[in-house]
């Protein structure tokens, strides 16, 4: 086999490995998109967006303080906050982030906004 042949392949690895988009994503589109969509208007863009970040696993720690900020929400649909509660449930986040649920930190974090 050539050599060169092998050094293609191994840069062809790496530049796949380095895209510099280190945030996940779902039906290509980031988490961070994901998280915005909690916010529409419309149930439907908003239990899709919950289904996206159910997809993103431990992955999407940074989403459950904008869906326990749903929780508290009464305006929300009952669809949507059974399925926010669903998606905290199924989320495997970090002992970093349930700190912060339950410090008073996190609360005043998720009352001011």
């Known amino acids: ?9 191994v840069a062809f690895v ?10 996940p ?3 290509g589109r980031p988490l961070s998109f994901w998280i915005e969509e909690l916010s529409a208007e419309d149930d439907d863009r908003q239990l899709l967006a919950i289904e ?4 993103f696993g431990s992955n999407a720690g940074i989403a459950v303080i904008p869906l326990a900020k749903i ?8 669809a949507v906050r059974e399925a926010v509660q669903q998606t905290l449930d199924e989320i495997k986040f970090t002992p970093e982030i349930e700190d912060v649920l339950n410090s008073s930190e996190g ?7």
């Open 14 to 23: 790496l530049s796949i490995g380095c895209t510099g988009d280190p945030e």
């Open 107 to 113: 609360i005043n974090t998720i009352e001011e906004n």
């Open 52 to 55: 996206a970040i159910t997809e």
């Open 1 to 9: 086999m050539d050599l060169r042949y092998l050094l293609y392949g």
């Open 25 to 27: 994503h779902f039906e």
């Open 71 to 78: 929780l508290r929400d009464q305006g929300e649909s009952e």
